[in-house]
Nanobody
């Protein structure tokens, strides 16, 4: 099981980025995996941002609701996090993680079993 996160970078406030989480070694839909996006800002703990469960249900933290959109492409075995209207407080290392579950899950870090490497998102003028 492997997860590869990508798409981070430097963006101005109000800008957009799309993060990708490519999975290998398992199939997101057929193997009933949920994917969560998490972030960790300097000096802070890891927090859940969004998740998409095997049934397609989604969850967003209040801090990103209305600005971020999570989606899944089963053919590419990849989950995306579209981030719009970015703010400086969105600056963090973003991680994706997987949990095998037939029911919907929310992005609580301790619940997720497999983690990818992080991708840095910096929002600054």
């Amino acid at each position: 099981v492997q997860l590869q996160a990508s798409g981070g970078g430097l963006v101005q406030p109000g800008g957009s980025l799309r993060l990708s989480c490519a999975a290998s070694g398992f199939t997101l839909d057929l193997d009933y995996y949920a994917i969560g996006w998490f972030r960790q800002a300097p000096g802070k703990g890891r927090e859940g941002v969004s998740s998409i469960s095997s049934d397609g249900s989604t969850y967003y933290d209040d801090s990103v609701k209305g600005r971020f959109t999570i989606s899944r492409d089963n053919a590419k075995n990849t989950v995306y996090l579209q981030m719009n209207s970015l703010k400086p407080e969105d600056t963090a290392v973003y991680y994706c993680a997987a949990r095998r579950s037939r029911i919907s899950v929310v992005p609580i870090p301790e619940w997720f079993e497999e983690w990818g490497q992080g991708t840095l998102v910096t929002v600054s003028s």
